[in-house]
């Protein structure tokens, strides 16, 4: 742990704000440090094993996850990142980060691997193609800090991902509400890991950042 890095948040004491990286081979990087210095951790970019030893939790942004395996496993991530996760690392997943952090993909490309972590079957591109790209509001579980209780968001669908099923550890957190996607499950969390099929780095509203920074706090 904290090779490489003199900061290591995780040894800098319980009150000091948690440092949380972003995967940054690929994709949406810079809107989600944004999104996590505007909710009070310090954010980087991980490109190196040295970067990932530091940090209290990891974003897995969204993007394209065959291309995010394929760069993963270029740079000598592939299996630290799944190790790190499997250790309780807490880790955010976002679209293409879904894919990253689901057990079971469907539709994925030949020979597609993912992190894992998520007791859950996701599949890729669910929403077909004419409804590719789509926007709408969702109801999400505990986003307003109560759990139990559903805050409304603005959901931007990107050739996006749905969960098709979830083993009974895992809390499904929101589902599309109406649309050819109707009931579709779109948000889940198990223990300290998160994702959503949206893309809330995108809408400028950062409490699914806020719920994640403070999942990552609590798992300190
Ligand atoms: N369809 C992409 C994939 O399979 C995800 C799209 C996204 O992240 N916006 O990885």
């Known amino acids: 742990m904290g090779t490489g890095s003199g900061t290591h948040a995780a ?4 009150g000091a704000p948690l440092l949380i990286g972003v ?10 440090i944004a999104m996590l210095e505007a909710v009070g951790a310090r954010a980087v970019a991980v490109r190196r094993v040295a970067e990932l030893d530091a940090v209290d939790g990891l974003v897995i942004p969204g993007g394209e996850s065959t291309t995010m395996w394929k760069l ?3 740079f000598d991530l592939f299996e630290p990142v799944r190790k790190r996760i499997a250790e309780g690392m807490p880790a955010y997943g976002s679209c293409a ?11 994925a490309a030949p020979g597609q691997e993912s992190f894992g ?3 859950m079957t996701v599949r890729r591109n669910a929403f077909g193609r004419q409804i590719d790209s789509f926007e ?3 109801g999400f579980d505990g986003l307003d800090g109560v759990d139990g209780v559903e805050g409304v968001l603005h959901g931007v669908f990107i050739r996006a991902p749905w ?5 009974p550890a895992v809390h499904v957190s929101a589902r599309v ?4 996607g109707a009931g579709r499950i779109v948000a889940v969390q198990h223990g300290a890991l998160m994702a959503t099929s949206f893309h809330p780095e995108l809408t400028g509203d950062l409490r699914v950042h806020g719920r994640f920074v403070r999942l990552a706090r609590a798992a300190r």
């Open 11 to 14: 040894a800098a004491g319980a």
């Open 23 to 32: 995967l940054a081979l690929q994709g949406d990087v810079r809107e989600h």
């Open 72 to 74: 993963a496993t270029a």
């Open 97 to 107: 980060g879904m894919i990253m952090l689901a057990d079971r993909v469907l539709d």
């Open 117 to 119: 972590g998520i007791a």
């Open 136 to 138: 709408g509001p969702i």
């Open 163 to 167: 969960v098709e099923e979830v083993d």
């Open 177 to 180: 509400t109406a649309g050819p």
